[in-house]
Every structure is written in structure tokens, then in C-alpha cells.
């Protein structure tokens, strides 16, 4: 509605109402949304995306838990035990999950939206699509999907340990013999810095460096490829780096107020690895993944695809309606590869 008594625009009455209606509103032809959130994390693992096909578990991934052979010192002669067979083996199995947006088209608005439109409110809805389900997909990259089997799998049951989630991809994590398939599920307090705990202060710099190599050792000696934290807790971490930047004076350089200096930092990188914030990262939770073996895997039979529009006409109805479609899910090959340390304190907000 047009708002009156408001800059030049006359109060409410007759002369107001006279203006109304025979002047058109100044208008913005671009539709600005108010709502929805970048993810680094989902941006990632996105791009680094593998492909998946059909069968009855979409995933299936042969997995070494245990060693199939058995070595000995000899001796002169060069004799040595006959050979056990020891398998060691299993496969770790996972069904995509497959998010649906249906897209309605109704009779009335393809008839007033043909001619005369500022927003196309289809394109709009289309977009709008595209913006839910990465939302959705964000948010459950870092929760607990394990009461619903229609979602998708998280880093949560990726890197448990057997805490949470006893079973991964069909493998009982605390059988007898699987203590390779356990993640790594690491309390705060246990990380001591040099001057307090990262439960208690959040992580600093000294206390990151500790948390990376801990994970690095039990994950076989490979570095994970980022860390993913909440904002307030990665600001946390930044502050300690902020007391440590260098400004560079040049001189001979001119100083004006157009003068750029940069601080703080963007993202933050300890030992080699890059660190990031993930606005659906939940405080007092960081994720340290590897991709060499955790991925997005994405149905190349619905990669955000969408159906086409349909007609209602059969059910009694003048419109159309169309669905986008996904199939994805989130699995690690090596649990031990990467960590969820949680219980982290002191975020900055």
C-alpha cells in the first residue's frame, strides 16, 4: 500500500487518495531476499562432489578394517610359519536421500504475470527452490539424522566414534575387532593449552596446533583438509591471531583515509590447514575433514534436477506443477580420517 503523509506525499484524505489513484509507484524491478545463509562448508564439499548411480545401497564402499596378513623375522636358513587367512574386510553401505520442492504454477497467476509483471513471482519460486535446499542440505550436514532414515548421513555419525552412533554404514563400530571404524570424538577439556582449556577459553592458536596434530596421529599421519567451526567460536580463535598482525609502513607512501589496511582475517590457517567459519556449524562444535575420504555423493539421476511442468487439468484443476529433485548423502570410507571435537567453550557471541 502507498504510504502517506510521509516526505512530499500529502496527508491521508481525498487529495491523497486522488494521487493514488492516478500515479503509479516508483518501483525496483529486482526482488532482494531477506533471509538464507551462505555455507563455506556445503560450497565445499558441493564442489569436490562424486558421483552415484542406482542399486539397493547406492553407496558401497569395501573397507579394511582389520590385517589379512602376518610378517616374521627368519633367520639363516630364510624359514618362516605357513600363512593364516585373516579377513579383514567389510563394506560400508548407505542409501542417498532425495529432497523434493514441488513448484506450483496456478491458472490465475500464469494469466495476470503474462503481460505487465515486475517480478516474475515463477522465477522467484524457482530460485527460491534452489536457495531451500542448500539451506536444508547445510543444516544437516552438521546435526544428528539418525531418528529420521529418510535424511541424509552428517559429519555428526561420520567422525563418532561409537558414542553416539554405534553403527556406520552397516559396520557395529564396538564389535570385537572394528575399533578401526571409529571416528574420532574428542571432548575440549582434553585439549590443554599453553594457558587453559579449550572448554573452558575456546581455541587459541597454541590449542588448535594440539588438536590438529592429536587428530593427524590417529588419523595414520594425513593432515585433515579444513576445519570447520561456529562463527563465535572461530571469532574466538581470530582474536588470538589479531594481536599478533604486522602493518607494513612504507616510507615513501602517501597516507590518505582511502588508504587500505586490512585486519583480522577471513580465514585462518594453523599448521597448513585452512579453518573456517560454517554459519550452521553449531557452537561449541568444530569438524576436521579430510575429502581424500569424506564426500558429498550426488545422484547423476537428480543433481537438482527438475521435472518439467505438469498439468492439473486431470485432478479437476486449471494449473501446472513441476518438482526439483536431489539425491545426495554425506559418508566418510575412513572415520578415523577426520574428528568432531565438541564441548567447546567461551564463543565470542
Given at each position: 500500500?502507498?504510504?502517506?503523509?510521509?516526505?512530499?506525499?500529502?496527508?491521508?484524505?481525498?487529495?491523497?487518495?486522488?494521487?493514488?489513484?492516478?500515479?503509479?509507484?516508483?518501483?525496483?524491478?529486482?526482488?532482494?531476499?531477506?533471509?538464507?545463509?551462505?555455507?563455506?562448508?556445503?560450497?565445499?564439499?558441493?564442489?569436490?562432489?562424486?558421483?552415484?548411480?542406482?542399486?539397493?545401497?547406492?553407496?558401497?564402499?569395501?573397507?579394511?578394517?582389520?590385517?589379512?596378513?602376518?610378517?616374521?623375522?627368519?633367520?639363516?636358513?630364510?624359514?618362516?610359519?605357513?600363512p593364516n587367512i585373516t579377513p579383514g574386510i567389510q563394506n560400508g553401505q548407505w542409501n542417498l536421500a532425495y529432497w523434493v520442492v514441488p513448484i506450483p504454477l496456478p491458472f490465475g497467476e500464469t494469466v495476470i504475470q503474462a503481460t505487465d509483471r515486475e517480478?516474475?513471482?515463477?522465477?522467484?519460486?524457482?530460485?527460491?527452490?534452489?536457495?531451500?535446499?542448500?539451506?536444508?542440505?547445510?543444516?544437516?550436514?552438521?546435526?544428528?539424522?539418525?531418528?529420521?532414515?529418510?535424511?541424509?548421513?552428517?559429519?555428526?555419525?561420520?567422525?563418532?566414534?561409537?558414542?553416539?552412533?554405534?553403527?556406520?554404514?552397516?559396520?557395529?563400530?564396538?564389535?570385537?575387532?572394528?575399533?578401526?571404524?571409529?571416528?574420532?570424538?574428542?571432548?575440549?577439556?582434553?585439549?590443554?593449552?599453553?594457558?587453559?582449556?579449550?572448554?573452558?577459553?575456546?581455541?587459541?592458536?597454541?590449542?588448535?596446533?594440539?588438536?590438529?596434530?592429536?587428530?593427524?596421529?590417529?588419523?595414520?599421519?594425513?593432515?585433515?583438509?579444513?576445519?570447520?567451526?561456529?562463527?563465535?567460536?572461530?571469532?574466538?580463535?581470530?582474536?588470538?591471531?589479531?594481536?599478533?598482525?604486522?602493518?607494513?609502513?612504507?616510507?615513501?607512501?602517501?597516507?590518505?583515509?582511502?588508504?587500505?589496511?586490512?585486519?583480522?582475517?577471513?580465514?585462518?590457517?594453523?599448521?597448513?590447514?585452512?579453518?573456517?567459519?560454517?554459519?550452521?556449524?553449531?557452537?561449541?562444535?568444530?569438524?576436521?575433514?579430510?575429502?581424500?575420504?569424506?564426500?558429498?555423493?550426488?545422484?547423476?539421476?537428480?543433481?537438482?534436477?527438475?521435472?518439467?511442468?505438469?498439468?492439473?487439468?486431470?485432478?479437476?484443476?486449471?494449473?501446472?506443477?513441476?518438482?526439483?529433485?536431489?539425491?545426495?548423502?554425506?559418508?566418510?570410507?575412513?572415520?578415523?580420517?577426520?574428528?568432531?571435537?565438541?564441548?567447546?567453550?567461551?564463543?565470542?557471541?
Amino acid at each position: 500500500m502507498p504510504l502517506p503523509g510521509l516526505g512530499v506525499a500529502p496527508a491521508a484524505g481525498s487529495l491523497y487518495q486522488e494521487l493514488a489513484a492516478v500515479n503509479r509507484r516508483a518501483f525496483v524491478p529486482r526482488l532482494f531476499v531477506q533471509l538464507y545463509y551462505g555455507s563455506p562448508g556445503l560450497f565445499y564439499m558441493t564442489g569436490n562432489a562424486q558421483r552415484a548411480a542406482g542399486g539397493l545401497n547406492q553407496i558401497t564402499v569395501p573397507m579394511q578394517g582389520n590385517s589379512m596378513v602376518q610378517g616374521q623375522f627368519t633367520g639363516y636358513g630364510g624359514g618362516f610359519n605357513s600363512p593364516n587367512i585373516t579377513p579383514g574386510i567389510q563394506n560400508g553401505q548407505w542409501n542417498l536421500a532425495y529432497w523434493v520442492v514441488p513448484i506450483p504454477l496456478p491458472f490465475g497467476e500464469t494469466v495476470i504475470q503474462a503481460t505487465d509483471r515486475e517480478i516474475s513471482l515463477l522465477k522467484a519460486r524457482m530460485n527460491d527452490a534452489y536457495a531451500v535446499t542448500r539451506q536444508n542440505m547445510a543444516t544437516l550436514m552438521f546435526t544428528n539424522n539418525a531418528s529420521n532414515p529418510l535424511y541424509p548421513n552428517s559429519f555428526q555419525d561420520a567422525f563418532d566414534n561409537g558414542t553416539n552412533f554405534p553403527t556406520y554404514g552397516g559396520i557395529s563400530r564396538n564389535a570385537a575387532g572394528n575399533s578401526a571404524f571409529k571416528g574420532q570424538y574428542i571432548n575440549a577439556s582434553t585439549l590443554i593449552g599453553a594457558s587453559s582449556t579449550v572448554s573452558v577459553s575456546g581455541f587459541k592458536r597454541a590449542t588448535m596446533a594440539i588438536a590438529l596434530a592429536k587428530v593427524t596421529d590417529a588419523a595414520g599421519g594425513e593432515a585433515p583438509t579444513f576445519v570447520i567451526m561456529s562463527p563465535g567460536d572461530y571469532a574466538t580463535l581470530n582474536n588470538d591471531f589479531i594481536g599478533t598482525e604486522t602493518q607494513f609502513v612504507n616510507p615513501s607512501g602517501g597516507y590518505t583515509m582511502d588508504t587500505t589496511v586490512r585486519s583480522s582475517f577471513p580465514n585462518l590457517n594453523v599448521s597448513g590447514v585452512p579453518i573456517f567459519a560454517d554459519h550452521f556449524c553449531p557452537a561449541g562444535s568444530a569438524y576436521f575433514v579430510n575429502v581424500k575420504y569424506t564426500a558429498m555423493y550426488l545422484s547423476e539421476d537428480a543433481a537438482f534436477d527438475f521435472s518439467g511442468f505438469y498439468s492439473l487439468v486431470p485432478l479437476g484443476q486449471i494449473g501446472q506443477q513441476g518438482v526439483v529433485v536431489v539425491g545426495y548423502d554425506i559418508v566418510t570410507a575412513k572415520s578415523s580420517s577426520g574428528a568432531w571435537v565438541y564441548n567447546i567453550g567461551s564463543p565470542a557471541f
